[in-house]
């Protein structure tokens, strides 16, 4: 089907060396053991005249070479050396350091906050200035102007390690951020920056400076609500639209829009051609290279992300065909443009939105022809339309699916209906570009456009909203993301050839793809999850039998973000049991939304709650989702099938602080148990738990740590081998106290802290317990 087209087995094999390196099946040891392995086998098949041996051949050299490209500039382990630096300094640190800029995002004046990356030289350790190298986003407040690309500064400011939470199955800002090998963040204002010098000689110096003028003269005629739209869409700087916003897009499975993709490189490039025809007359041929020109131009101007550099290069590959007089073989230009991409920078490989830009364009050029005549008996336009928009997204869906753990049944009604408004947005606003020297006349195209992105985003709002076609996916495993890719070339393979074996072998993929996306072959064991909500608690309970249980939610944006992808990502519907240890918003903020987006049968809560404003109003809520409300007394008992949620102290009346009520529960699996401890006051445990068996193998330290929060009554009685604290002392300064990790010292208690390791994970598998963190999971950890 492929084996004759080279340049598609050359991208593969070199994609593969590098990804089989990133996960280290590839070594320096091996390679050249694979090399040898390539030497014999093409001595072998020449005698032997093996089928395809051309094709395996080429594979495996390409192996090697993407093998060679990463092993020769790797991921750093664990961070680079201004992070491993970093980690040695008290949490928080502050830090002088010097270095150039990389990249930056665009200044706007009513705002004056800048995010820029910094390429660190040096740092002052002490009196002294070291040589120690990293990268670093700052973030910066008060800005009264912008800094540009390729700028030596010196600044000062607060550094932190925790870049986002992180948590098994879920992705993250921090994996995004390491990915482009950023490993820090620092805080800062515009005081405690000073430019040294800008590198005038650099290129990316004055592009920089471009981008900001354009944006300046863009938005200069722009409608104010759409501002950060146009900033995203045009120049490619997302970080004025605020969650909910990218949410919506993400629900419709239109976020594509958003990135700088082949329909704004191929519209530049057709309004220019055409342009310069009408001008010149010139012939086709050198019509287009000032084209080509002026889309290298704006790749890079828009700040030379992934989607937008393969989208040129991709346009130059199939120029060059079309010159040569060649046959236009689309998927190999693809391919060619791949290959050339990964080359120049390997990175690329992991960045989502290159993944997703490449992919899309794939899936179109494999399944829209097929696609247009199964949809024959619609209209032409709306039959090519239809066909784009739901061939773009079959190779796209497991990234769509890790990304946002939902999918939209009416997604391609959604890009129906979103690609001619952007296209049309795009259209006019080019028009207004081509006029931005004269006066007023832009501001009259802008307007018009701006009407498009208007309807573009109440269009996607209404569809995020529209929760009836939106159903939950599980993350699916590397083997389900395989076997997915797998059913894919059948399904192509029966689309072309129209075989009933062809179609037999689909049907089989997608049974098999179901089995093993859905986890079904897998034996589950009895686990609890200590989310990284920050400074909150999230606790989540799953039991070998499949039964769910929420201890708290974190906060509300928590819950939004966090919680419940997770729960979505662990393949969880239905809660069978909600508990609310205390009425605190970083507690149970999170709950509302579980409650909302999951099915939930019962709902445990103890003294006092109903009577705070936030515990009655999630007891209306309640009662509203019909769940069955259990106020908890001491002594009360759950009984799972195999297991059990003991409740040791529910609160008491004559308490009228939250945490004084905070539950006290212990689940118990076999020989292990876990004691969940809320915000419970170690004062009280003299008073309050002294005829209660507290006894547990692991305990979850009360109140994040904070000062107070343990005492050694309460480690004597729960006598724990274990002890795990959520928590976020990188943001908030709120860690745990040095008072708390002594007495764990004291008595050789081992402490996990998902602001180190990430969200931690308890396996209970029969007389083993098994714990590790999110982040150790990926090979890192930020404090031990």
């Known amino acids: ?47 032997k005249k093996i089928r395809y041996v051309e094709g395996i051949g080429i594979f495996l050299f390409s192996l090697i070479i993407g093998a060679l490209s990463y092993l020769l500039h790797p991921y750093p382990e664990e961070g680079d050396d201004f992070f491993l630096w970093l980690r040695q300094q008290p949490p928080n640190a502050y830090v002088e350091v010097e270095g150039y800029v990389t990249e930056n995002t665009l200044f706007d004046p009513t705002d004056r906050q800048i995010q820029f990356v910094i390429h660190i030289l040096k740092v002052k350790n002490g009196s002294r200035w070291e040589d120690i190298v990293g990268k670093a986003l700052v973030s910066c407040k008060d800005a009264q102007y912008p800094i540009f690309t390729h700028t030596r500064v010196h600044l000062f400011g607060k550094t932190s390690l925790y870049l986002s939470a992180v948590n098994e199955s879920l992705s993250d800002y921090e994996t995004y ?26 290129p990316f110096f004055h592009l920089s400076r471009l981008q900001q003028y354009f944006y300046e003269r863009i938005i200069q005629y722009t409608p104010t609500s759409i501002k950060d739209m146009t900033r995203a869409i045009w120049l490619g700087d997302r970080s004025g639209l605020d969650y909910k916003e990218k949410q919506n897009f993400v629900l419709t499975g239109t976020i594509h829009i958003l990135a700088i993709s082949g329909l704004h490189v191929g519209l530049v490039f057709w309004f220019t051609r055409a342009l310069m025809r009408t001008i010149f007359k010139t012939q086709r041929r050198w019509a287009d290279v000032p084209a080509l020109l002026l889309c290298i131009l704006y790749a890079l101007i828009s700040g030379a992300h992934g989607s937008s550099l393969r989208a040129v290069l991709m346009l130059i590959v199939y120029e060059l ?102 296209t049309l947005y795009l259209m006019t606003s080019i028009c207004g570009l081509a006029l931005i020297f004269v006066p007023l006349i832009p501001a009259l195209f802008f307007y018009i456009s701006g009407v498009f992105l208007i309807l573009i985003q109440s269009l996607c709002k209404w569809g995020g909203s529209f929760s009836y076609t939106i159903f939950p996916i599980s993350h699916p495993s590397p083997l389900a993301i395989f076997l997915y890719f797998v059913v894919c070339i ?95 918003e970083d507690h149970i903020g999170g709950i509302f939304n579980a409650m909302d987006k999951l099915q939930v049968r019962h709902f445990i809560y103890g003294e006092g709650f109903a009577d705070t404003e936030l515990g009655n109003e999630m007891i209306k809520k309640a009662i509203f989702k019909n769940i069955n409300l259990i106020k908890a007394k001491d002594g009360l008992q759950i009984k799972l099938t195999k297991n059990f949620l003991n409740i040791l102290y529910a609160g008491r009346p004559y308490y009228y602080e939250t945490n004084e009520n905070s539950l006290v529960l212990k689940f118990v699996n076999n020989h292990f148990s876990v004691l969940l401890t809320g915000d419970f006051p170690a004062k009280l445990t003299e008073k309050e738990l002294f ?41 908030h300064n709120r860690g745990v106290r040095n008072e708390v990790k002594d007495l ?33 999971k990926k090979g890192y950890f930020l404090r031990k």
């Open 490 to 584: 059948f399904l192509y393979h029966w689309l072309i050839t129209q075989k009933r074996k062809a179609f037999f072998m689909f049907i089989a993929g997608c049974m098999i793809l179901i089995f093993f996306w859905t986890g079904v072959p897998f034996y589950r064991e009895t686990t609890v999850y200590i989310l990284d909500v920050g400074h909150g608690d999230a606790i989540l309970i799953t039991t070998a039998e499949k039964e769910n249980i929420l201890v708290d939610g974190g906060t509300k944006r928590m819950g939004e973000r966090i919680v419940v992808p997770f729960l979505f990502a662990k393949g969880i519907r239905r809660l069978d049991y909600v508990v609310a240890t205390h009425a605190d």
């Open 691 to 731: 005829s209660t068996d507290c006894y547990a193998t692991i305990i979850k330290i009360p109140h994040h740590g904070l000062k107070n929060s343990l005492n050694q009554e309460l480690l004597e009685k729960s006598q724990p081998k274990i002890a795990v604290v959520s928590v976020n002392e990188f943001q």
């Open 1 to 47: 089907m492929f084996f004759h087209r080279h340049w598609v087995i050359i991208c593969a094999g070199f994609v593969c060396g590098a990804v089989l390196s990133k996960t280290q099946w590839i070594t320096w040891a091996l390679l050249p053991i694979i090399s040898l392995i390539l030497i014999l086998f093409l001595i072998v098949s020449y005698q």
């Open 321 to 422: 065909y079309l010159w040569n007089r060649k046959n236009e073989d689309i998927l190999t230009a693809l391919c060619i443009t791949v290959t050339l991409l990964f080359i120049f920078n390997t990175d690329l490989i992991w960045d989502m939105g290159t993944q997703m830009s490449i992919l899309a364009v794939a899936s179109i050029l494999l399944f829209n022809e097929p696609l247009l005549k199964l949809l024959r008996i619609f209209p032409w336009t709306i039959r090519n339309y239809l066909s784009v928009a739901i061939s773009g997204q079959v190779l796209l869906l497991p990234l769509l699916v890790i990304t946002n753990l939902q999918i939209n049944t009416l997604s391609p009604i959604y890009n129906l209906l979103v690609i001619p408004l952007i």
């Open 177 to 202: 951020l390491r990915s482009h090998r950023i490993y820090t963040k620092i805080f800062t204002y515009a005081p405690q920056i000073k430019i040294i010098h800008t590198y005038t000689l650099s």
């Open 744 to 776: 764990l010292h004291q008595y050789q208690i081992p402490l996990w802290r998902t602001d180190y390791y990430g969200g931690i994970t308890i396996q209970f598998n029969g007389d083993k317990i098994n714990i590790y963190g999110a982040r150790q």
